[in-house]
């Protein structure tokens, strides 16, 4: 990862793109930098995705809760306030949320 020159973010003009998941929506806003993404997720309610990721990330709850599917049928409930961090290829995870949540996700070359 190279270094990156202090910037703010104004989450107000960044794109919202929609994504279907098996059930409902994800909506992104992604800031990609070289070797960083960072981005705000939005699952609506009944959102459950529609494929299983090994990519590593840290993940904070911005507010509601969701919930994130370990490949060995570990469930882990978050909810506003808390993170979870992982590495690249050292978990398959999917996430679901009833209610609906909004997440800060930060992933890049750093969680190799």
Not at 8 to 19: A, F, G, L, M, P
Not at 61 to 89: N, P, Q, R
Request: hydrophobic share 35%; aromatic share 10%.
């Amino acid at each position: 990862m190279s270094n990156i020159p202090f910037q703010t973010i104004d989450w107000n003009s960044v794109e919202k793109i929609e994504y279907k998941g098996e059930t409902g929506i994800a909506i992104w806003q992604t800031v990609q930098l070289n070797g960083l993404r960072v981005r705000i997720v939005e699952y609506s309610n009944g959102y459950l995705a529609d494929h299983w990721c090994n990519k590593g990330h840290i993940v904070y709850c911005l507010d509601g809760d969701f919930v994130s599917e370990l490949w060995t049928g570990e469930k882990i409930k978050l909810s506003k306030g808390e993170t979870y961090i992982v590495s690249d290829e050292l978990s398959s995870h999917r996430s679901s949320s009833e209610k609906g949540v909004k997440l800060l996700i930060i992933d890049g070359d750093f969680l190799k």
